[in-house]
C-alpha cells in the first residue's frame, strides 16, 4: 500500500514539473523566429548570408544584421522550465 501512495505522489510531482528544453529543440524553436522574420521581410530573404544561433543574429546585405534576443519574462524563484522566447530586437541597418 505504501508503495502505491508513494507511486502516486511521483506521479503527480512529475506531472507537474517543468523542464528546460533540449537544445536541439530550443534551437529548432529559435530557427523557427528567425525564418519567420527573413520570410516576412523579402529584401532579407534575398541577400541573406547567414544565422547564427549562437547569438540570435541573422546577418544579410552588405553588412546589414538582424539581432534577435529573449523576451524577458518573470518566473518564480527556482523555475527551472523551458527558455524565454526568443523576438526581434533590432537590425543595424534601415530597410528600404
Known sequence: MKWIGLSGI???WAS???AALPPQYQNM???????DYIKKHPE???????????TYTVYYGQGCKAVF??????????????ADPLEFKKQSCSER
Do not use: H, N, Q
Not at 44 to 54: H, K, M, R, Y
Open 10 to 12: 511521483v506521479l503527480v
Open 16 to 18: 507537474v514539473a517543468v
Open 29 to 35: 524553436k529559435d530557427l523557427d523566429v528567425m525564418m
Open 44 to 54: 532579407v530573404a534575398a541577400t541573406v548570408t547567414s544565422i547564427d544561433l549562437e
Open 69 to 82: 534576443g529573449r523576451k524577458e519574462t518573470t518566473k518564480p524563484k527556482g523555475f527551472v522550465g523551458p
